[in-house]
């Protein structure tokens, strides 16, 4: 992918630059068990109590595949609208780390589960961008080492040794921070739609590696430095400013950028050196001896398309064409599997612009002050529904509506108890708002003078005095057309 015209470039000392940006993101995947033993994988277990024999590197111990995670992977790759590979080989990928009790990890290098796919993504200004997927594999996870937990020792938890990683490789086709957060978010979204990873950063169960680089506009890429687990769209985002003007200022210098991987420093924001690539291990992958070639039935992975979610891309336009909502709110509703299953329910039968409006507006507000999930959240779809269906057919004005959402909030009770309770019912009867329309002209002579001699501004005022005479419970289309009648009779 060369130079987007619109993509935003960075102002040096010597003219402007643009960044190109690459994300290696590991996902865990949503299974009860790792890739090759039988060891749950809940989050937060004791230390080094879900490890079996297979994922401590006992010897003789053989791994076994897990069917339901490599199902797991080719729905990510359709949901991600890649090529599947039938044919895919698990490699050993050998270096020596502390918390590797084999000595290598299982990993896929040539012949990979998942090829090229693509995911759209939605910028803020409403536009959208597709960044390339250049592959996803299946490997597994290390283990964690803890310097914590001593002065002079470091302890190793081996509870994560084994669990089920994909490994989603983007094209180097980001051009901004702000695009590399929103394909994360994108990202993340799919793969909660499709039940195959969580996206829990702070669990650790979606981390990113980032590959930044920079150059002229128009030139080839220049030299990149990839900077390891970052484990939030935030510190990412942080991570690429830093990185960015780090190379620039160097280039501009004269120096050169060395290719190398760098760590985020999140207390200071800034990156800092982590080894350099010249001294990095040399892999050597082969096939893994104890692992056939994974060979997939075409007709296993049609079925596992025919069972596919509708997706967030594919749910917008739905929500555009057939509801006629605008494309952001259709990206804000969708933008998470939950809230686009709350705004369903709530606008079945009901006005779907309004219902958004009241959704992503004062809903959506509450709803996270109160720091809830969502399942938990004290007004419900039914709730919601109420409160609308009381606007919709006048029992209450949209301004009411607003005063009952928060009663409903704080007491927990439906709309129509509250305007029962407190007397909010909207006054519709026309004879009962001329009386009061009548008392208003009749107090304020001096203006209706005015107003009729042409002051027209003036009719603002009496809809306010009206209002006001009637606690705001006066219809106000009916407020306005009796005045108007009677201001210009």
């Known amino acids: 992918m060369g130079h987007n ?17 690459g994300l290696e993101v590991h996902a865990q995947v949503t299974s009860k068990a790792k890739l090759f033993s039988g060891a749950a994988t809940d989050f937060g277990a004791e230390p080094n109590s879900q490890v079996s024999l297979v994922d401590a590197a006992m010897p003789g111990m053989l791994p076994v595949i897990n069917a339901y995670c490599v199902e797991q992977a080719v729905r990510t790759g359709l949901g991600l609208k890649a090529q599947i590979n039938p044919y ?30 693509k995911v759209l993504v939605d910028l803020p200004d409403g536009s959208s961008r597709e960044v390339g ?31 089920a990683l994909m490994e989603i490789v983007s094209e180097p086709d980001m051009r901004s921070a702000e695009e590399a957060g929103a394909y994360l978010r994108k990202l993340r979204t799919i793969l909660r739609y499709l039940g195959t990873c969580d ?60 290719q190398e991987t760098r760590l985020y420093d999140v207390a200071k924001g800034e990156t800092r050196t982590m080894r350099s690539k010249e001294e990095a291990h040399d892999y050597r992958y082969f096939p893994d001896p104890d692992l056939l070639p994974l060979e997939l039935d075409p007709a296993w992975i049609e079925e596992i398309a025919k069972d596919l979610p509708e997706l967030p891309d594919e ?23 939950e809230t686009a299953a709350f ?9 779907p612009k309004m219902v958004a409006n009241w959704v992503t507006g004062d809903f959506f507000a509450a709803w996270n002050k109160s720091g809830r999930d969502l399942d938990d959240f004290v007004i419900t779809a039914e709730k919601l529904g109420g409160l609308i269906d009381l606007i919709a057919d006048n029992t209450i004005s949209g301004r009411i509506a607003k005063e009952v959402f928060e009663a409903m909030v704080e ?6 108890a509250i305007v029962e309770e407190k007397g909010l019912r909207q006054v519709t009867d026309t004879g ?58």
């Open 432 to 489: 009962a708002i001329a009386a009061e329309v009548d008392k208003v002209l009749d107090a304020n002579q001096d203006k209706v003078a005015e107003y009729r001699s042409g002051k027209d501004k003036l009719f603002g005022f009496f809809v306010g005095q009206v209002m006001k005479a009637t606690k705001g419970k006066a219809n106000p289309q009916a407020v306005n057309e009796i005045l108007k009648e009677k201001l210009n009779g």
């Open 343 to 351: 705004y369903e329910k709530v606008a079945a039968g009901r006005d």
């Open 411 to 416: 007491s927990g009770q439906d709309a129509a």
């Open 315 to 337: 749910k917008k336009g739905r929500f555009m064409s057939s509801l006629g909502l605008s494309a952001y709110d259709a990206s804000v509703l969708v933008a998470d599997v």
């Open 133 to 163: 997927i250049t592959r996803l594999h299946l490997e597994q996870d290390a283990g964690k080492s803890m310097h914590d937990q001593a002065p002079d020792a470091t302890f190793v938890d081996l509870n994560r040794s084994g669990v």
């Open 88 to 117: 895919s080989v698990f490699d050993r990928k050998n270096y020596f780390y502390a918390d590797l009790p084999q000595g290598y990890q299982i990993s896929q290098f040539k012949h990979p589960i998942v090829g090229e796919g």
């Open 199 to 258: 996206g829990n950063m702070e669990q650790g169960s979606m981390r990113a590696d980032v590959n930044v680089s920079v150059r002229r506009p128009g030139e080839g890429y220049g030299t990149r430095c990839e900077i390891k687990n970052v484990n939030s769209i935030r510190f990412v985002q942080q991570a690429i400013g830093y990185e960015a003007r780090r190379q620039i200022d160097i280039l501009e210098d004269g120096g050169t950028i060395d």
């Open 5 to 21: 015209a619109d993509a935003p470039l960075i102002e040096g000392a010597t003219g402007p630059w643009e960044i190109v940006i």
